[in-house]
């Protein structure tokens, strides 16, 4: 009978700590998950920003001094300011239209600022800001180019990054154009200026930054797609997509963002940017 009595007491004690250790699992496990972006990105040290190393006015590399800068640059600068209260603490990573997505998911990087077109797709395995910047795809060519427009691009070649939408668009209006991906802009711009191609097509404000660079060339012809980039956040991170948000509207509103645009475009930022929108292409491309 003592035996029978000590045995449940021994079975009592066990479930007893079993349960608490569960409880206590749990509870760990709960608060780890209801740790913020905000302390997690404290605790590392580091808030990383994906950006373009390559896209003048945007985030490119500058080689007179090696530092990254550009509109999306100084966006993030503000951001870090405002939200940890230290500029320091932004570490810019160099991505390209074929690697961001893969680094946001792998959590390589925190967010992706770097000329990201918003389209139905993305917004499958990412969550976007609101609206920052509203392009349109264009050609860029040599001054005195006979190409005026995309049908004036039968039998030519015109450089593109891999990764990148802007080939199958520009083949939808014009097939006969022969279209060549090179590993990110900088590379397609140069082809152009060493004459292996004919023009680049992107985003108008990307080539708008190739032409700054060099004013030998310029940006033609009509906008042939409508593309609204936004911030990317991977999905797990809701609060961080909620500041990001909070940050580019308080900063459209107090007019940072006017001032920078200004910095980088040399003209005041559209007073009709939308809040959402996504990319519209040439009918049966899909972005």
């Known amino acids: 009978m003592k035996l029978k009595k000590w045995a449940i007491a021994a079975l009592s004690i066990v479930t007893a700590v079993s349960l608490a250790a569960c409880s206590s699992d749990k509870s760990a496990s709960t608060d780890a998950k209801d740790v913020g972006f905000k302390e997690k990105i404290e605790k590392r040290g580091k808030f990383i920003a994906g950006v373009k190393f390559d896209s003048n006015l945007f985030g490119f590399k500058d080689p007179a001094?090696?530092?990254?800068?550009?509109?999306?640059?100084?966006l993030m600068k503000e951001f870090t300011k405002r939200t940890f209260g230290d500029v320091n603490m932004l570490e810019l990573k160099e991505v390209t239209s074929k690697t961001r997505e893969k680094m946001l998911t792998s959590g390589e990087i925190d967010v992706i600022a770097a000329t990201m077109t918003i389209t139905p797709k993305r917004k499958e395995t990412a969550d976007f800001s609101r609206v920052y910047f509203l392009a349109g795809q264009a050609l860029l060519v040599k001054k005195g180019s006979p190409i005026k427009?995309?049908?004036?691009?039968?039998?030519?070649?015109?450089?593109?990054?891999?990764?990148?939408?802007?080939?199958?668009?520009?083949?939808?209006?014009?097939?006969?154009?022969?279209?060549?991906?090179y590993?990110?802009?900088?590379?397609?711009?140069?082809?152009?200026?060493?004459?292996?191609?004919?023009?680049?097509?992107?985003?108008?404000?990307?080539?708008?930054?190739?032409?700054?660079?060099?004013?030998?060339?310029?940006?033609?012809?009509?906008?042939?797609?409508?593309e609204p980039y936004g911030v990317a956040v991977d999905k797990k991170n809701k609060d961080l997509l909620e500041a990001m948000n909070k940050f580019l509207d308080e900063t459209i509103k107090d007019g940072t963002y006017n001032q920078l645009y200004k910095k980088w475009f040399g003209q005041d930022a559209p007073k009709d940017l939308p809040q959402d929108a996504v990319l519209e292409l040439q009918p049966g491309v899909e972005g």
């Open 183 to 226: 590993s990110n802009y900088a590379e397609a711009f140069q082809a152009l200026r060493s004459g292996i191609i004919d023009a680049v097509t992107t985003d108008d404000g990307i080539l708008a930054g190739m032409a700054k660079q060099d004013p030998n060339y310029e940006v033609v012809g009509s906008r042939f797609s409508k």
């Open 65 to 74: 001094d090696q530092t990254v800068k550009g509109f999306e640059v100084d």
């Open 149 to 181: 427009d995309v049908k004036d691009l039968n039998g030519k070649q015109v450089g593109t990054a891999k990764g990148a939408v802007s080939g199958k668009n520009l083949k939808a209006i014009n097939k006969d154009a022969i279209v060549k991906e």
